[in-house]
């Protein structure tokens, strides 16, 4: 997943991670929005990434908006 780039430890993972962020943060126009889907099994740490990668954003001056959707979540309440 994307998610296992930007967390990865490998000197490549590492790079192609930073190139994707750079091509985020020079498509940003305060008029304009853009997303990032991240997906991927219980406990990968995709919460924490989001904290992480948020925080960072925020402290640059971004303001953000977090939308979280958790199939696992609806597939409980089916089976209630």
Same mark, same amino acid.
Do not use: M, W
């Given at each position: ?7 990865? =430890? ?7 991670? %930073?190139? /994707?962020? #750079? ?22 740490? =995709? ?7 948020? %925080?960072? /954003?925020? #402290? ?21």
């Amino acid at each position: 997943t994307k998610l296992l780039l930007i967390e990865s =430890k490998r000197k490549q993972d590492h790079e192609n991670a %930073q190139k /994707l962020l #750079s091509i985020l943060q020079q498509s940003y126009n305060p008029k304009k929005t853009f997303r990032i889907g991240i997906s991927g099994p219980p406990g990968v740490g =995709k919460s924490t990434f989001i904290e992480s990668f948020g %925080q960072t /954003l925020i #402290s640059q001056g971004y303001r953000i908006a977090v939308i979280v959707r958790c199939i696992f979540s609806l597939l409980i309440v089916r089976l209630l």
